[in-house]
C-alpha cells in the first residue's frame, strides 16, 4: 500500500479547532489530570525535545479557550510562522532564541556576552520586521475580508531578557514564559475568529470588487 501523502499543517489540519473557537474543546485522553498549560508543554517536550522555540506555539493555546494558532501562514511575500487568533485580536510572533543578555533599543535587539559585558552584537530592524510582518497580515485579512482586526506584532524571547516584557514602537517584546500571562491580560476586541479562520484558509482569494 502507498504511503499516505503528508498534510500541510494549516487551520482546518489543527484537530478540533471548530471546537476550540466555540469555546468546548474535545476532551482528550490524559494518563494523569493536569492543566492545559501543562498538557501543551508536555506535548511540545514530547514532538519537539527541550528546543524553547518550537514549544512556544504550543503554548499559547492555553491563553483562551477561544484562541486558535496558525503555524505557515503564506503572506505573499513569505511565510509568517505563527500566528495567534483570539477575541483580543491577531497577534503574529516571532521568536527569538539567544545566548547572553538581551535588551531592547529603538527597533533593534542588543545582545551582550553574559561572561564578558564588553561584547555584544547587535540585530538591527529586528522591531521594524515585526512591524512589517503585522502590516502585511493586516493588508492580507483587509483583502479577504473587507476589514482587519487589530493585528498585534510580538517578538518573543527564549533567553535572559531582564525586561521580561518591553512595550515599543507597536511592537511588543516578551520573554517566552511571560507570554501566555501577557496574552491574558490583553482586552477582548470582539474578534470573530471562526470567521477569520475561514478567511486564512488556503485558497482564499481577495473579495469580488465588481460594480453591480
Given at each position: 500500500?502507498?504511503?499516505a501523502?503528508?498534510?500541510r499543517?494549516t487551520v482546518s489540519?489543527i484537530?478540533?479547532?471548530?471546537?476550540?473557537v466555540?469555546g468546548?474543546?474535545?476532551p482528550k485522553?490524559?494518563?494523569?489530570?493536569?492543566?492545559p498549560?501543562?498538557n501543551?508543554?508536555?506535548?511540545a517536550?514530547h514532538?519537539?525535545g527541550?528546543?524553547q522555540?518550537?514549544?512556544?506555539?504550543?503554548?499559547i493555546r492555553?491563553?483562551?479557550p477561544?484562541?486558535l494558532?496558525i503555524?505557515?501562514?503564506a503572506?505573499?511575500?513569505?511565510n509568517?510562522?505563527h500566528l495567534?487568533?483570539?477575541p483580543?485580536?491577531?497577534?503574529?510572533?516571532?521568536t527569538?532564541?539567544?545566548?547572553?543578555?538581551?535588551?531592547?533599543?529603538?527597533?533593534?535587539?542588543?545582545?551582550?556576552?553574559?561572561?564578558?559585558?564588553?561584547?555584544?552584537?547587535r540585530?538591527?530592524?529586528?522591531?521594524?520586521?515585526a512591524r512589517?510582518?503585522?502590516?502585511?497580515?493586516?493588508?492580507?485579512v483587509?483583502?479577504?475580508?473587507?476589514r482587519?482586526?487589530?493585528?498585534?506584532p510580538i517578538?518573543v524571547?527564549w533567553?535572559?531578557?531582564p525586561a521580561?516584557?518591553?512595550l515599543?514602537k507597536g511592537?511588543?517584546?516578551?520573554?517566552?514564559r511571560?507570554?501566555?500571562?501577557?496574552?491574558?491580560?490583553?482586552?477582548?476586541?470582539g474578534?470573530?475568529v471562526l470567521?477569520?479562520?475561514?478567511h486564512?484558509?488556503?485558497?482564499?482569494?481577495?473579495?469580488s470588487s465588481?460594480?453591480?
Amino acid at each position: 500500500m502507498a504511503p499516505a501523502p503528508s498534510r500541510r499543517h494549516t487551520v482546518s489540519s489543527i484537530p478540533g479547532w471548530r471546537d476550540r473557537v466555540h469555546g468546548t474543546p474535545k476532551p482528550k485522553a490524559s494518563p494523569t489530570p493536569s492543566t492545559p498549560l501543562a498538557n501543551a508543554r508536555s506535548s511540545a517536550n514530547h514532538t519537539y525535545g527541550n528546543d524553547q522555540r518550537r514549544c512556544q506555539p504550543l503554548q499559547i493555546r492555553a491563553s483562551s479557550p477561544r484562541a486558535l494558532p496558525i503555524h505557515d501562514l503564506a503572506d505573499g511575500r513569505g511565510n509568517l510562522d505563527h500566528l495567534l487568533l483570539g477575541p483580543a485580536g491577531v497577534f503574529v510572533l516571532d521568536t527569538k532564541k539567544r545566548e547572553g543578555t538581551v535588551c531592547v533599543d529603538g527597533d533593534d535587539l542588543v545582545v551582550t556576552n553574559e561572561l564578558d559585558p564588553t561584547v555584544s552584537y547587535r540585530e538591527q530592524g529586528l522591531l521594524r520586521a515585526a512591524r512589517g510582518q503585522a502590516a502585511r497580515l493586516h493588508d492580507l485579512v483587509q483583502e479577504r475580508n473587507g476589514r482587519a482586526p487589530w493585528v498585534q506584532p510580538i517578538v518573543v524571547i527564549w533567553g535572559t531578557f531582564p525586561a521580561r516584557v518591553h512595550l515599543g514602537k507597536g511592537v511588543t517584546v516578551v520573554h517566552g514564559r511571560e507570554l501566555v500571562n501577557w496574552l491574558r491580560s490583553q482586552p477582548h476586541r470582539g474578534v470573530d475568529v471562526l470567521a477569520l479562520a475561514e478567511h486564512l484558509q488556503p485558497g482564499r482569494h481577495r473579495r469580488s470588487s465588481r460594480a453591480a
